[in-house]
């Protein structure tokens, strides 16, 4: 059984940093595509960052510059740093692995709270 589990997500101030972590079971992640969604309160689930297995990553322009993913295949995890935060970066974040054809698997989600 697959399992994604986030976690980092809390309460920062506006300007500071958050790494979230997603930790990958029941799956082998290599070859596979995986990226961070998140979703803010009555807004549709938009797509963060992606990362393919061989590294190459790919940011939505509203975080460019400011967020950072990567991942380790061996250790079955993805990572999310997050800095410069903003207000508008609050939202559930979620870790999703692309499972290629299998599927699409998703986590629970994180809770990522900026104050300005």
């Known amino acids: 059984q697959v399992q994604l589990v986030e976690s980092g997500g809390g309460l920062v101030q506006a300007g500071g940093s958050l790494r979230l972590s997603c930790a990958a079971s029941g799956i082998i992640l290599s070859f596979k595509p995986m990226a961070w969604y998140r979703q803010a309160p009555g807004k549709q689930r938009e797509l963060v960052a992606t990362i393919t297995s061989g590294g190459g990553t790919n940011y939505a322009d509203s975080v460019k510059g400011r967020f950072t993913i990567s991942r380790n295949n061996a250790k079955k995890m993805m990572y999310l740093q997050m800095n410069s935060l903003k207000p508008e970066d609050t939202a559930v974040y979620y870790c999703?692995?692309?499972?290629?054809?299998?599927?699409?698997?998703w986590g629970q989600g994180t809770q990522v709270t900026v104050s300005s």
């Open positions: 999703n692995v692309d499972g290629l054809g299998v599927g699409s698997y």
